[in-house]
């Protein structure tokens, strides 16, 4: 949207009539895009966390169904049916934002590094040993946030 702007603002008949009705189209579908992108966006991942959900239930639902009788005297009813809910309650509340979150961050990553990549060529040689390092920082920062998780 910048780039229309600052093509906008530059144009020499920006003042006519049939100028700014051109710039104003581009602009209006410009928006029009984000906003189907946006929403399709949304009821793929409402439609993903709802079958996720799903699939859960039934795998949750038929390793309990073939279990043997040993497991429904030593579990409460009460328990089997708690387990079903908050499952299935933490697939409905939490994954999708999640998700969503996830998904947003990479968009942005994504465009950041294009952006830098763009503006800056020689970044891109120095992405790849800057990668190389990063890898085994994560495997420690995981382990250890898996320690310090634990000890809570």
Same mark, same amino acid.
């Given at each position: ?20 009705? *051109? ?12 906003? /189907? $992108?946006?929403?399709?966006?949304? #009821? &793929? ?49 939490? *994954? ?12 942005? /990553? $994504?465009?950041?590094?294009?952006? #830098? &990549? ?35």
């Amino acid at each position: 949207t910048n780039g229309v702007l600052t093509t906008w603002s530059d144009d020499q008949n920006r003042d006519d009539a049939s100028a700014r009705d *051109f710039y104003m189209t581009i602009y209006g579908c410009m928006g029009v895009t984000q906003t /189907v $992108i946006f929403l399709s966006k949304e #009821i &793929i991942l409402y439609l993903a966390c709802a079958k996720a959900s799903r699939l859960i239930h039934e795998q949750l639902l038929n390793k309990v169904m073939h279990s043997p009788m040993s497991f429904f005297d030593t579990n409460p009813m009460g328990r089997i049916l708690n387990r079903f809910s908050s499952d299935i309650d933490s697939m409905d509340q939490n *994954f999708p934002a999640k998700v969503d979150d996830f998904l947003n961050s990479l968009t942005e /990553v $994504i465009g950041i590094v294009a952006v #830098i &990549i763009y503006s800056t060529p020689s970044f891109l040689a120095l992405m790849i040993p800057i990668s190389i390092l990063y890898y085994p920082l994560q495997k420690l920062y995981l382990s250890s946030s898996r320690q310090i998780r634990r000890l809570e």
